[in-house]
């Protein structure tokens, strides 16, 4: 249709109408298989600009996710395999699920989004064949992004308390590891995952090859909390009163999600004091401001990053276990040291490394269970 389209348009009626390869770039843009009808598979509008801050996150995203399908014949030519599953985790409304739709809209990838929730709700074995059936489908619509929200929920660890959300939890992280290892063979397919409990995912999933990549998204430090103010005002009439820079030293520990509530609940108030406001001035943001207060706590947030910092450290670089203690556990083990060495004079070697080992390894044991239980 394009061709005869074009052919009309020139005032030509030929008897044979040749095609040209833009011609089919149109037909791909306008008809797609129709495997993909019935869920969404659309590419979303939000843009790395819609995101304020994470510089950093997002250059490792572009590696990620943009990289593989806009530069598969680099990939290819050095012989590296892309990345197969990507994990964001982090305190809610931190834009883990924005980050997400921007890496898809970056990549012009389909963008497949189920939620562990919408898998529990469904009967028995119907929540298996959707997860079955969205991977079947993100095949034939590659390049596609397939993005778990509430990941926590569908890859929760195995032996819960609970033996029918056990073995609806087991069967959805069995049929999601299976397809994930499929994806061996798959082009141009990648698991995005968003989740606020990290450490309540199973620990198959964090192994290379199926979330070889695991991303810390932060609460917005000051710089990024004045980018953010800036996004969230681009498109509303401030007053020359309103300093948004001095806004965001004044909202430590606020979430991207609540400094965009800031900013939409400043104009309501605006609104409400006159219909016809035609700006909003500072006392507009100084009256929502003195009303909301973080939900974060310094704790939280120190309770997020540790994941990082114990994935991180579970192997020294010369692949051991490195254990790591406590000030508590140090001196005790010193303590003990020192008691070894006056009881007995002689130099210690096979039965003092022994003692050491032991006592180091049942201190970090019961430091460590209690954490997790306070965690999950």
Known sequence: MSAVKRSTDAGEVPSVVSLTMDDWKLAKSVVGPSITRGVTVDIPKVSWDDIGGLKDLKKKLQQAVEWPIKHSAAFARLG???IRGVLLHGPPGCSKTTLAKAAAHAAQASFFSLSGAELYS?????GEALLRNTFRRARL????????????????KRGGSSRNSTTVGERLLSTLLTEMDGLEQAKGILVLAATNRPYAIDPALMRPGRFDLVLYVPPPDMEARYEILRVHTRNMKIGDDVDLRRIAEDTELFTGAELEGLCREAGIVALRENISATLVSNRHFETVKSSLKPALT??????YSSFMKNQGSMLSPSGATELKLSTRQKAIIQEGRSSLSKAFP???SVLGVILLIAGTYIFMHNEQTSYESVVT
């Open 298 to 303: 310094r704790d939280e947030i120190e309770t």
């Open 122 to 126: 469904m009967y028995v074995g119907e």
């Open 346 to 348: 002689i130099k210690i």
């Open 141 to 156: 619509a590659a390049p596609s992004i397939i993005f778990f929200d509430e990941a926590d929920v569908v890859a929760a």
């Open 80 to 82: 590296i395999s892309p």
